[in-house]
């Protein structure tokens, strides 16, 4: 099976071997899979190893933010807890509003009319569509084969 490398369930491909490799601290395997990988480790690395990186890091971002903002409430109240947050937020929001307000300034004196040059759109990658790969890798497990995939032009 051929797939064209700017098709987006191959790029999904390469960004999901690119996270699975920094959280298993493998370094930069996607290198070994320029040329083509096979129709298996194709689809686990998309349905499985991805979603796997997603939801355990969304759990520690969850535990992160339990023990910033909810669990010193619990330990020492609510009223010291959140005076300080607010001073906190106000304190970022005046900084925030600030660079705001000189970033805009700074804009408004350099005004100019701008031309703007509309390109055309980047031609659409062609090849089978994701759901025919799925079909290929359910028709690939009930035969117990996983057949090889070629990955041509187009960019990554």
Same mark, same amino acid.
């Given at each position: 099976?051929?797939? =064209?490398?700017?098709?987006?369930? +191959?790029?999904?491909?390469?960004?999901?071997? !690119?996270?699975? /490799?920094?959280?298993?601290?493998?370094? /930069?395997?996607?290198?070994?899979? +320029? /040329? !083509?990988? =096979?129709?298996?480790?194709? #689809?686990?690395?998309?349905?499985?190893? *991805?979603?796997? #990186?997603?939801?355990?890091?969304?759990?520690?971002?969850?535990?992160? +933010?339990?023990?910033?903002?909810?669990?010193?409430?619990?330990?020492?109240?609510? #009223?010291?807890?959140?005076?300080? @947050?607010?001073?906190?937020?106000?304190?970022?929001?005046? +900084?925030?509003?600030? $660079?705001?307000?000189?970033?805009?300034?700074? &804009?408004?004196?350099?005004?100019?009319?701008?031309?703007?040059? #509309? $390109?055309?759109?980047?031609?659409?990658?062609?090849?089978?569509?994701?759901? *025919?790969?799925? @079909?290929?890798? @359910?028709?690939?497990? &009930? $035969?117990?084969?996983?057949?090889?995939?070629?990955?041509?032009?187009? /960019?990554?």
């Amino acid at each position: 099976m051929n797939l =064209n490398r700017g098709q987006w369930h +191959v790029r999904l491909f390469f960004w999901a071997l !690119g996270i699975w /490799d920094e959280f298993a601290r493998n370094g /930069d395997t996607s290198y070994q899979y +320029v /040329d !083509g990988t =096979n129709l298996c480790h194709f #689809v686990r690395t998309i349905t499985v190893y *991805a979603p796997l #990186v997603i939801l355990l890091h969304g759990g520690l971002i969850a535990a992160a +933010v339990y023990s910033v903002i909810l669990l010193p409430v619990e330990l020492f109240g609510a #009223v010291t807890y959140s005076r300080i @947050l607010a001073g906190l937020v106000l304190l970022a929001g005046a +900084v925030i509003g600030i $660079k705001a307000l000189v970033r805009y300034r700074e &804009k408004r004196s350099w005004m100019k009319p701008e031309v703007r040059i #509309v $390109k055309a759109p980047p031609p659409i990658a062609t090849g089978p569509s994701f759901w *025919a790969i799925m @079909l290929e890798w @359910l028709i690939s497990q &009930k $035969k117990k084969i996983c057949p090889m995939i070629r990955f041509e032009q187009g /960019d990554l």
